[in-house]
C-alpha cells in the first residue's frame, strides 16, 4: 500500500438506489446510510469525490452530515477501530473508501431538512406528466416591502466574485452569516457564497439594499428556517450534474440573479419545488441584463435603453407555482440537470448575452443605429463567429462592432474582409486582429462608395433636369 500522503476526511451520506439496478444493502428499502473516508485537501474536494464514486455505484447522494477531517473527528468523539480500519484501506489508488451500507427507513418530509428534501422530490420521466404543469409565479415587489415590521424572516446569498468587500462588511457589522462552501482557506472564501441574515437593525441590510443592482452579486428570500438548516439546504446546490461533464460534477451559480432566473425557466416543476423547500419567495434585483420571464409581470417593464437607476430598488418575485399536479412530484431519480435543461439553460443564457451585447453596442455608439437594429446585429455576430471559427465573447463583439459600423452586408460586400476571416493560416484572434485593424479603411472605402453614389446620382438628376429644360419650351407650344 501506498503511503498516505494526503489529509483524510470522514462523512457520513444518505443515498438512494438508481431505479433499475441492485440494492447493495439488506433489506429491499431505496435508501442506505454509510460512513466514507476520501483523501481530499478540502471538504468541496470531498465532495466532488464522493459524487463521482456514488454516481459509478449507481447512487444518489440525498444527504451529508458530520463531514471533517478524520484527525478532527477523532478528536471530538474519540477513537473508533471500524473507521480506522476503514482509513486504513486508502491509498493512492483508492481514495474513496465506504463502510458498511446500513438500510434506511424514510419517514415523513420535514420543512427546512435539506437531508430528507431529496428523499420525497423525485424526478419523473417526461412521458408521466400528462399535461403541461403551470408556470411558476413571477411579479414584482419594491425592496422596501420586505423590511417592514410584519414581513417574513430577509435573507440574502452574497456571491464574493461579484462582492469583493462582502467579507469586511460581514466581520465589520457581524449579522448571522455562514459561508456555502466549507473551505478555510481565504483566498476560496473570497470567491465564495455567503449566506446572510439580513435583520432590520443591522447596518449590513441597508448596505446590500443600496447595493448596485446592475453587479448582480446577491439573491434575496424569505424563509423561517435557522442559519444551519438553510445552509444545509444550499450547499446541496452548489455542486450538480449535467451533461457538460458525466465524470464529475459542477458548480451551479444559482446565487447570480440571472441564473436564478434562468432556473425558474429551465428545470422541471419539482425541481424547482425542492430547490425552494425551505423558502417562502425569492427576490432577484432588476437589471438590463436580467431576462424578464414572459410569465413574469412587471409594474412597468423597461426598455434595454432605459437607465440604471430606474432598476434601483425594483425585485423580480420569484416562486414555483401553487398548486403544481400530483404526479410532477413523483419518480426516483435525484436532482441532475438534465440534457433538455442543459440545453434551455444554454438557449436563454445565449438570449441574455444578445441584449448584453445590444446594450454594449448602444452605449459605444448611441443613435447611430435604433436599438432593433442593436439587436438585429447582436443576433448575427455569433453566427458570423460560428462561420469563421471565431467564438470568444471579444471575438462576437468584434464583429458586431463592424455590422455596427459598415451594415448587415458585411463582410460579403468587403472582399479584403473575408480574406482576413477565411485566413486558415492563422489564429481566430490573429484574424480578428487584423480584421479590426482593417476596419477604418472599410469605412473609408463606404464612405468613397457613398461619395460616389451621392454624385452619379446627382449628375443623373441634372442632365434630366437639363433635358426637361431644352425641350420645355415645345410643350410650351411657343418658339
Not at 441492485?22 to 442506505?32: E, L
Not at 459524487?51 to 440525498?62: A, C, G, K, V, Y
Amino acid at each position: 500500500m501506498s503511503s498516505i500522503t494526503r489529509p483524510t476526511w470522514i462523512g457520513q451520506c444518505q443515498v438512494r438506489v438508481h431505479p433499475g439496478h441492485d440494492i447493495p444493502w439488506a433489506g429491499n428499502a431505496q435508501d442506505g446510510r454509510s460512513y466514507v473516508v476520501i483523501q481530499a485537501d478540502t471538504q468541496n474536494e470531498f465532495e466532488a469525490a464522493l459524487l463521482t464514486s456514488l454516481e459509478e455505484l449507481h447512487l444518489d447522494l440525498t444527504g451529508l452530515e458530520e463531514v471533517e477531517p478524520l484527525l478532527q473527528h477523532f478528536a471530538r468523539q474519540g477513537m473508533s477501530r471500524p473507521l480506522v480500519e476503514l482509513a486504513q484501506q486508502l491509498n493512492d489508488d483508492n481514495r474513496v473508501v465506504f463502510g458498511r451500507f446500513e438500510p434506511v427507513n424514510r419517514g415523513p418530509l420535514q420543512a427546512g431538512n435539506a437531508e430528507t428534501i431529496d428523499t420525497q422530490c423525485r424526478q419523473e420521466s417526461d412521458s408521466s406528466i400528462t399535461h403541461l404543469p403551470p408556470p411558476p409565479l413571477g411579479s414584482e415587489v419594491e425592496w422596501g416591502s420586505l423590511l417592514q415590521s410584519d414581513a417574513e424572516p430577509l435573507w440574502a446569498i452574497v456571491d464574493g466574485v461579484n462582492w469583493p468587500e462582502i467579507q469586511s462588511l460581514l466581520s465589520e457589522h457581524l449579522p448571522p452569516h455562514a459561508c456555502l462552501y466549507s473551505t478555510q482557506d481565504v483566498q476560496s472564501q473570497a470567491i465564495a457564497p455567503w449566506l446572510v441574515r439580513l435583520e432590520p437593525d443591522n447596518p449590513i441590510t441597508y448596505i446590500v439594499q443600496a447595493r448596485p443592482q446592475d453587479s448582480h452579486a446577491l439573491i434575496l428570500f424569505q424563509s423561517q428556517s435557522q442559519l444551519k438548516a438553510l445552509r444545509d439546504h444550499f450547499r446541496l446546490f452548489t455542486l450538480v450534474w449535467t451533461p457538460a461533464d458525466e465524470q464529475a460534477p459542477i458548480y451551479f451559480r444559482f446565487y447570480d440573479p440571472r441564473v436564478l432566473t434562468d432556473l425558474f425557466s429551465a428545470l422541471d416543476p419539482w425541481k424547482q419545488t425542492r430547490f425552494c423547500a425551505p423558502v417562502s419567495a425569492f427576490y432577484v434585483p432588476l437589471s438590463p441584463w436580467l431576462r424578464v420571464p414572459e410569465w413574469a409581470k412587471l409594474d412597468q417593464p423597461l426598455p434595454l435603453t432605459a437607465a440604471l437607476d430606474s432598476y434601483q430598488q425594483r425585485l423580480l418575485k420569484l416562486a414555483p407555482a401553487d398548486n403544481l399536479p400530483d404526479n410532477v412530484i413523483t419518480g426516483s431519480r435525484g436532482f441532475r440537470i438534465t440534457a433538455k435543461e442543459f440545453e434551455q439553460f444554454g438557449f436563454l443564457n445565449a438570449c441574455r448575452q444578445q441584449n448584453s451585447l445590444a446594450i454594449t453596442l448602444h452605449q459605444h455608439y448611441a443613435e447611430r443605429c435604433s436599438m432593433d437594429d442593436y439587436l438585429r446585429y447582436a443576433a448575427l455576430a455569433p453566427k458570423l463567429g460560428k462561420q469563421f471559427d471565431c467564438h470568444s465573447t471579444k471575438h462576437v463583439k468584434t464583429l458586431a462592432q463592424c455590422l455596427v459600423l459598415l451594415g448587415e452586408h458585411f463582410p460579403q460586400n468587403y472582399p479584403q474582409a473575408l480574406t482576413f476571416l477565411k485566413d486558415k493560416h492563422k489564429s481566430a484572434h490573429e484574424r480578428i486582429e487584423g480584421l479590426w485593424q482593417w476596419v477604418p479603411q472599410g469605412l473609408l472605402l463606404q464612405k468613397l462608395e457613398s461619395t460616389y453614389e451621392q454624385q452619379v446620382g446627382h449628375e443623373s438628376n441634372d442632365n434630366d433636369q437639363t433635358m426637361e429644360d431644352l425641350f420645355s419650351p415645345l410643350k410650351g407650344g411657343t418658339q
